[in-house]
Each structure stands twice: as C-alpha cells, then as structure tokens.
C-alpha cells in the first residue's frame, strides 16, 4: 500500500506512544530523529510499511532501547490467555467452527496498542471482548479459504501482535487436522508490539506450528526483499499465505507472491479500509487468488 497523508499523524503518534513507553528521559530525541528520518524519505509513492520502518528505526536508535514494547507484551499475552475457555466454547457451538475461527483471529487484531481505532493497553481489551466476539466479518472468504486450504499441503501464518497470537492458535490448529503443515512467521527483530522471535519462544509458539520462520529483519509487516532463503521457499511451495493485521496487507499487498493470499485483518484505519473497500473498523478476510 502506497503511504497516503493519514499515515503521517498516525506514524507520528506511534513514534510518541513509544518514546512514552521507554520511559527514559529520551522522548525528544526519538521523536527529532523520527522527525528528520521521515522528512528525508517521505513520498507518496512509496510503500507505507517500508517508510514507518525507517521511521521506527531512527526513534529505536534514538531510544536505546530494544525493545520499548515488552512490558506490554507480556501484559497483552496474559491477557489472551484469559480467553482460551471462551473461545473455544464459542468455535465448539459455532455452525461453521472455520468461520468461527477465522472471526476469533480478527478479533485480536484489535490488540496493536497505540495506532488508529485500536486500543492502548490490554486492560482495555477487557471491556470490549463479548462485542467484538458478535462483529460479523465485513469480507467473508472463509468458504474459498477452505476450498484452497483442501488442495494444499502446506500453510504459510504470518502473525502480527503479541496478544494477539493466542488468537490464531485455534484457526491454526484447525489447519493442521486438516493434514496441513503450518509454518509460522515472526517478526525477525523486536519492532511495535509485533510478535519476535523471545516473544514467540515466551510463550512457546513454535510447539503449536510444524515450523517457525522470522522475517529476518526489523521491519513493519514483511519485506519480501530482506527475507531468507528459507522463508522464500516455504512462500513459493505453500498453498496458501494467511497474513494477519494491517502491517502485513501493507507490506505485501503491492507484491506478487504467485500463491494466494488471505489478508485477515480489523481495518482500523481509512487508508487501509478504503484500500480493501471497507468502512473503518471492518472485520475483513479476503482471498487474493
């Protein structure tokens, strides 16, 4: 997706809620070098998800701190956690439990702490849980998603936010009694509150997937020119590629991966629910063929 004006105070606010979070003195430093970065490389033709990589890489740098997201992390996955009962009785109960797991996916999407209609901590998340368990899906391609899914033997689950992640356990487990291998994909370093590669080890990811890949870089969403050659060849032999969250679409919406793509996402913001032809706060799950 091409980096609209939108993106320029929601980038900005980000850059804020993170220096915040450090909370290190160093809040002016951060958002100067965010700042400087974003006026040397801001250009409507390039990609939005490229463009706030560089920008987080200046205030990280500026920062001197890995990862200034971990607390709420933590936090966020204790949070899910909770949920693991709930969501299973409401798969179990469901006339279509696929359906039904792809709607609990989405759900946590709303788990990306300090950007556009999403919540800013995982207590918030307490509040609004029943709710977003009754949003029907704006985009429904569930039923194509499980024609594609019956003729491949192979997955490739990118994920997006801690928290989040415990979510997309139940749709994945569903994948692979199906006879599926799932190789999932996380972040290659720390960036937002993106699930890392500790982050994953925390809360032992790799032991509900057949194989766990990272994106091999610190970058928003998935930048197909940075990844490594394994990850490359799970891409090219998968079936389907299932990418969560919004940094995601972004980062591989303009590419051509020659495997079908089911971006499932909340589209929580106008430049990227306009994108997809939604209205803001959209649950989607589109198939791109």
């Known amino acids: 997706m091409k980096h609209r004006p939108e993106c320029i105070p929601c980038l900005l606010g980000r850059v804020l809620f993170q220096s915040k979070l450090a909370n290190n003195g160093r809040e002016v430093e ?45 936090r966020a996955d204790r949070t899910a956690a909770r949920y693991e009962e709930r969501i299973k009785e409401f798969i179990d109960n469901s006339d279509d439990r696929f359906r039904a797991a792809v709607k609990v996916a989405i759900l946590g999407n709303i788990m990306d ?25 704006t985009v429904d391609d569930t039923a194509e998603m499980m024609k594609v899914l019956g003729l491949s033997s192979s997955a490739v689950y990118i994920f997006d936010n801690c928290g989040e992640v415990l979510f ?21 370093e720390p960036i937002l509150n993106d699930v890392a590669a500790e982050d994953a080890e925390r809360i032992g990811l790799e032991h509900r997937l057949d194989r766990m ?7 928003i969403g998935v930048d197909m020119g940075k990844i490594g050659a394994e990850l490359r060849d799970e891409i090219e032999k998968a079936g389907l590629i299932i990418a969560k969250g919004m940094a995601n679409f972004e980062s591989l919406g303009e590419e051509d991966l020659g495997t079908p793509v089911a971006y499932m996402l909340k589209a929580k913001c106008r430049p990227v629910a306009s994108e997809l032809g939604v209205g803001v706060g959209s649950n989607v799950a589109k198939l791109i063929p």
């Open 30 to 74: 951060s958002t100067e070098a965010a700042l400087k970065t974003y006026a040397e490389v801001i250009s409507k033709e390039k990609n939005s998800a490229r463009l706030a990589t560089q920008v987080h890489r200046s205030s990280y740098d500026a920062l001197g701190v890995r990862d200034p997201y971990s607390d709420l992390k933590i």
């Open 113 to 137: 702490f300090g950007a556009g209609i999403a919540i800013d901590s995982p207590e918030e998340f307490d509040e609004l849980f029943e709710s977003l368990l009754k949003m029907e899906l």
């Open 168 to 188: 997309d356990i139940p749709l994945i487990q569903m994948i692979r009694d199906m006879g599926v291998r799932v190789i999932g994909v996380v972040r290659g």
């Open 213 to 219: 890949l990272t994106t091999g870089a610190f970058s």
